[in-house]
């Protein structure tokens, strides 16, 4: 789901949008070092950049811990006798690859495939001028920029 950006009447520059999507793309990091730039330049980034740069870092933290707890879980249940097999099972399912483009030396799992097509739909909404809405993060974020700007 899209939310307009509560500025309407402030137009959201072309450069805010790329730095928004790459910030997704990079995990954030040019997203952070578009924040050290600005920082080090005395400049404050306007709410929407400044909302997906902080969402897109958030997001990849989070996506971090979850595949390392994943990562964490499985090798403890691979060490015990008898989960051990339900532990390789879950890693199989996780790792197949669903989509193979054999010419472009690309696959995707279908966590990688759902996180494709949602980097996509991100994309999409940047380039609208919209913010991402994601429902318990969304809130938070905004509840804690309400006064940013």
Do not use: C
């Not at 950006?5 to 910030?23: D, G, M, Y």
């Not at 954030?28 to 969402?55: C, D, E, P, S, T």
């Not at 495939?113 to 001028?129: E, K, R, S, T, V």
Request: glycine letters at 4%.
């Amino acid at each position: 789901m899209m939310i307009k950006v509560q500025h309407n009447t402030i137009k959201i520059t072309t450069i805010e949008k790329i730095i928004s999507i790459l910030s997704y793309i990079s995990m954030g990091i040019i997203g952070l070092l578009w924040l050290i730039v600005a920082h080090l330049k005395n400049k404050k980034l306007r709410f929407f950049l400044m909302y997906n740069v902080v969402q897109s870092m958030v997001i990849s933290i989070l996506l971090t811990i979850l595949k390392l707890g994943l990562d964490i879980i499985l090798s403890i249940l691979g060490r015990i006798p008898l989960l051990d097999f339900i532990a390789a099972i879950i890693y199989y399912v996780i790792s197949f690859k669903i989509i193979r483009f054999y010419s472009l030396g690309i696959s995707f799992t279908a966590f990688e495939l759902i996180l494709f097509l949602l980097l996509i739909y991100i994309i999409i909404g940047i380039l609208l001028g919209r913010i991402f809405y994601i429902p318990y993060l969304s809130n938070f974020m905004q509840k804690t920029m309400k006064n940013y700007n």
